[in-house]
């Protein structure tokens, strides 16, 4: 069987749309940790994060990675998944995890393009700039931690994908580092 692909890296890294289109390249299917996590719980991010705190947030989080991930499938998680000790070390067993890397001025011109309000809360109350260059400061190591191939997500999706296709063989996911 093959393993599941996991998409890490920060909000507007593209992990929905180039793991749809992986998952559609590959023909495994697509899950989406968020997209899981908000069917399951009828809430929003943002009414999760109101209600029980970024620490509920990531505990359910946490649940919607081990509940949604199957074999044969591309994962794309959230932008924060790679903060629990846990949620890392699971993917890197259970399958191949790949770190979309962007620039802080891709990322922003990104989520300024594409506001999604709802289901990107701010997580510091600044500018999306500022944001972005304070949550990836913090967070690159972790991603770069959990990732056995990094990927260079300012590209158009269709170049992302043909480049993770040269790095993960179609009859199964490979682990080797890159």
């Given at each position: ?155 158009s999706p269709s170049e992302i994908v043909a480049d993770i296709l040269q790095r993960i063989p179609a009859s199964g996911a490979s682990k080797a580092a890159s």
């Open positions: 069987m093959t393993q599941p692909i996991f998409l890490v890296g920060p909000r507007g890294s593209g992990k929905t749309t180039i793991g749809q289109a992986l998952a559609q390249a590959l023909g495994l299917q697509f899950i989406d940790t968020d997209h899981w996590l908000l069917s399951t719980s009828g809430m929003s991010v943002a009414e999760i994060v109101e209600q029980e705190g970024w620490d509920g947030f990531r505990q359910r989080e946490s649940q919607a990675l081990k509940s949604a991930t199957q074999p044969g499938a591309v994962v794309a998680t959230g932008g924060g998944i790679i903060l629990r000790d846990e949620n890392r070390e699971f993917m890197r067993e259970q399958g191949v995890v790949l770190y979309l890397r962007a620039s802080v001025d891709t990322l922003t011109h990104r989520l300024e393009a594409f506001p999604d309000e709802g289901q990107r809360p701010t997580l510091t109350g600044k500018t999306i700039t500022d944001e972005i260059s304070e949550v990836l400061a913090a967070r690159e190591a972790l991603y770069q931690q959990s990732a056995h191939h990094f990927i260079d997500a300012s590209l």
